[in-house]
């Protein structure tokens, strides 16, 4: 199981870019990186997947770089309503082994 | 409206009662999920299921029981054996447990239920 390492929090400022780099060293071959947000007292809401290069939606990009040792989600333009906690997973396959759990997250701040 | 649902919202019991969390989807969906998730920490994997009549121990399963009758129902019940059941539980589901190459597997997270046990 690939282990993340985030940022444990960032703070920003409404209408800046905000550049969260999750660490995954040992990422395997069929490992998937995905973006979750999630608010107080609500649940993970899902924002981007990519497995290599760059993927952009309406909401996010996520940068991986050739060695996929890393990823960048990138949120443009951010507003107050961006301040939330941001979780990197990396996992693939489910097995009967699945032990894939969400890190402790970054929490992003945004200021007016 | 499609989605996935968790009831109560909030639910108090006395130490030593197990208790039972209500997760249900109609999203259609195989796979169905359970988290634990405490003050300033990430979700940790309870169990799993990935189609009805099957389930699986996640990280930390002790002191917790699921059953999956039902494709779109995934009970929770935490039991007495558990140390410190006082948590928010998240529950959610994915069209499938498997990742391709292409595929969108995200998870659907139901809006949590706060369990403290007094």
């Known amino acids: 199981l690939a282990k993340t390492t985030q940022p444990i929090s960032m703070d920003s400022y409404e209408g800046q870019e905000v550049n969260i780099t999750c660490s995954h060293n040992n990422i395997a071959t069929n490992d998937y990186i995905t973006w979750y947000q999630q608010f107080p007292s609500q649940g993970p809401r899902f924002i981007i997947q990519g497995y290599k290069t760059k993927v952009t939606n309406e909401v996010a990009s996520l940068f991986i770089p050739a060695d996929r040792k890393s990823s960048t989600l990138s949120l443009p333009r951010v507003s107050l309503s961006d301040t939330a906690v941001y979780y990197c997973l990396v996992g693939a396959l489910l097995s009967n082994d699945y032990k894939l759990s969400f890190g402790a997250g970054t929490t992003v701040t945004v200021r007016a | 409206d499609g989605g996935i649902t968790q009831s109560p919202k909030y639910l108090f019991r006395k130490e030593g009662q197990n208790v039972t969390l209500s997760c249900e989807q109609n999203?259609?969906?195989?796979?169905m999920y359970w988290y634990r998730q405490d003050p300033g920490q990430g979700l940790r994997l309870i169990y799993y299921?990935?189609?009805?009549?099957?389930?699986q121990k996640g990280d930390i399963a002790e002191g917790y029981s699921v059953s999956r009758e039902k494709k779109e129902s995934f009970p929770l019940t935490v039991t007495s054996a558990q140390k410190n059941p006082t948590a928010f539980y998240l529950c959610?589901?994915?069209?499938?447990?498997?990742?391709?190459?292409?595929?969108?597997?995200?998870?659907?997270f139901g809006p949590g239920t706060r369990l403290t046990v007094l």
């Open positions: 999203l259609n969906h195989d796979a």
């Open positions: 299921s990935q189609i009805v009549n099957d389930f």
């Open positions: 959610a589901s994915s069209i499938t447990p498997y990742l391709l190459a292409g595929d969108n597997n995200e998870q659907f």
